[in-house]
């Protein structure tokens, strides 16, 4: 068999364990705790596009595998920890392709009384040390970078204005799309690579039916209090005002589960124990997740994330 190597270099190894270093002395520096939660969990994640793998451990339930950690960390600041981040390997279904792997890390961090825009200047704190590069940045709305890119207002435009616009440029599902998946099909493929050319770019503002679990803008409604970083067309990081209403967070889940339900996918169990956390108590606070190999591919060059990786999925 000849595909035991790694598919990254010493060099880029050496780089990457490198800017792991520097990560965590960034936290450490600013007294951010450290924690570490399990991979293995009873509840998946209610998104409709993130697909959780699932394990057998013993006869009596199924696990799975975690899209991200952020569940856990939540429950950890409602029991009242304080700021913390985490380091960890998450794996998420029928995810690959030059920019994706099955499995890959995650640097994700809560930090309390932070506004969005504070931990936006953190991010780009983080990822300038990483990359570094001291490159200017610009923050711009959800509409203004459709309207930059498109021409088009992502919140007035009709769903049939939309999807023509989506058909010029290839979008063809087999089945009628509904509004946010045409929204997210012209930003991944024609507004997000064009961002973040010249350094780093914040989008914020996010539709109000693409908050997952963030809260909405007490000033406009139709948006949520999110953000996603760009850096030469790669989507980076997604941020959140994290959501405390449990209630409020129980009806989005089953608003998931409903839409799951109609496309045929899998209605997981809730995680009821998140959900008691919130009930309890979510400090003020926004969190966000940055994909560390795709700092990593930025920083060395690399075209595919397998180049930075020791072993992508095929040859784990």
Known sequence: MSDWRPTATRATLQRRAQMLGQARSFFAARQVMEVDTPVVVNAPVTDVHIHSAQVTLSNHQPYFLHTSPEYAMKRLLAAGTGDIYQVCHV????????????????IEWYRTGFSLSRLMEEVA???RELLGTPAAGERLSYREAFL???????FTASDQQLSNVA?????????PPSRDELLEFLMGT????????HGLTF???????????????PQDPRAALRFELYVEGVELANGFHELASAAEQRARFESDLAARRRLGSPAPPLDERLLAALEAGL?????VALGFDR?????TDAKSIDEVLPFPTERA
Do not use: K, W
């Open 148 to 154: 930059r890119h498109l021409e088009l207002d992502p």
């Open 203 to 217: 989008v914020h503002g996010y539709p109000a039916s693409q908050a997952a679990l963030a809260r909405l803008d």
């Open 190 to 197: 024609r507004v997000g690579p064009q961002l973040g050319i």
């Open 167 to 175: 058909r010029v440029h290839g979008y063809t599902p087999a089945d």
């Open 295 to 299: 700092v990593v591919m930025l920083a």
């Open 125 to 127: 704190e983080l990822v």
């Open 283 to 287: 400090p003020d606070c926004c969190g």
């Open 91 to 106: 794996v998420r279904g029928f995810e690959r392709g030059r920019l994706h792997n099955s499995e890959f890390t995650l």
